[in-house]
């Protein structure tokens, strides 16, 4: 059974718009992945959060890592176009086999 | 950039078939994996092997072998299709195993099954 998931499916916004996505898990884990795909390719690592960072930034993304609450976060500020994806989280909580992914969000950018 | 090429990009067989497919890698990486991707499920661990002649056992490994030959190329086998089976496959390399290790996919092998 799956034990991560993305809270939302699928978000619509405008250029410009700030979003945040949200994945939750079933257990302990301290490292979180945060993959994009692009239609028609295969998933690319964007982030990867450990729990001492609590919070990693590259260019206009944002993830987050609360091992207390077990969830994680990533955020895209002042989306474009060219984000439009889809992006899933991913991390190896049953006992380091390999990486499990969430069902992933689809984000849709307009002009 | 780590390059991970899968064969066929596309591939079509009717229910009862048999069907190989292959993913090459050439990033001297230990790890390989086989996922497959279904609308509402995201990605989904069938196989992995950490090394030529090593198989371990995914999470939805019904129906499917897979075959690790040589340190780049790792197989998947579908020795009778069902259309349950009809998806898009991704194969996937990394140096080690576990949470701090980013894995290189590659860009999909589509399977339908009649």
């Known amino acids: 059974s799956q034990w991560g998931e993305e809270n939302l499916q699928a978000l619509s916004i405008q250029e410009g718009e700030d979003v945040t996505m949200n994945c939750s898990y079933k257990t302990y884990t301290t490292v979180v992945h945060w993959y994009r795909q692009d239609s028609g390719r295969g998933p690319a690592l964007i982030i990867l959060?450990?729990?001492?960072?609590r919070e990693k930034r590259s260019g206009r993304l944002r993830a987050t890592l609360d091992t207390s609450s077990q969830s994680s976060s990533l955020s895209i500020t002042a989306a474009q176009c060219e984000d439009t994806a889809v992006y899933f989280c991913a991390t190896d909580a049953q006992g380091g086999r390999a990486l499990i992914f969430g069902t992933g969000t689809t984000v849709s950018v307009s002009p | 950039e780590a390059a991970v090429t899968q064969s066929p990009r596309n591939k079509v067989t009717v229910t009862g078939g048999n069907v190989t497919l292959s993913c090459r890698q050439t990033?001297?990486?230990?790890?390989m994996y086989w996922y497959r991707q279904d609308t509402g499920h995201g990605l989904r661990l069938i196989h992995y092997?950490?090394?030529?002649?090593?198989?371990q056992i995914g999470d939805v490994p019904d129906g499917y072998k897979a075959t690790r030959t040589t340190q780049e190329d790792f197989f998947l086998l579908l020795e009778l299709a069902s259309p349950s089976q009809t998806s898009l496959y991704f194969c996937?390399?990394?140096?080690?195993?576990?949470?701090?290790?980013?894995?290189?996919f590659g860009h999909g092998t589509k399977l339908s099954v009649l």
């Open positions: 996937a390399s990394s140096p080690g195993q576990g949470a701090n290790e980013r894995l290189f």
């Open positions: 959060i450990r729990s001492n960072e």
């Open positions: 990033n001297s990486h230990n790890y």
């Open positions: 092997s950490y090394g030529a002649g090593n198989l």
